[in-house]
């Protein structure tokens, strides 16, 4: 565990994963335009740390 975070692909989906769900619940809260938003940053943001988190014993 202690591996996969100082991978910067996790530190990097990790960043966009907040960035995602912060556009996702401002996007239920207010106005729908930032709801369209929040799964363009959330899927790439998983993807990258699942890739992370299968390379940490490498």
């Known amino acids: 565990m202690n591996k996969a975070f100082r991978n910067p ?3 990097v ?3 966009l994963i ?6 996702a ?7 729908r335009t ?3 938003m929040a799964p363009g940053l ?4 998983v993807t990258f740390m699942l ?3 299968k ?4």
Not at 18 to 23: D, K, R
Not at 25 to 31: A, D, K, P, V
Not at 42 to 45: A, E, Y
Not at 55 to 58: D, I, T, V, Y
Request: aromatic letters at 18%; a positive charge.
């Open 42 to 45: 959330l899927i790439p943001g």
């Open 18 to 23: 907040i960035c995602g769900s912060t556009f």
């Open 34 to 36: 930032f709801l369209y």
């Open 9 to 11: 692909l996790f530190l």
């Open 13 to 15: 989906g990790f960043a």
């Open 25 to 31: 619940l401002n996007g239920l809260l207010t106005e």
């Open 51 to 53: 890739t992370a988190w």
């Open 55 to 58: 390379q940490r014993n490498r």
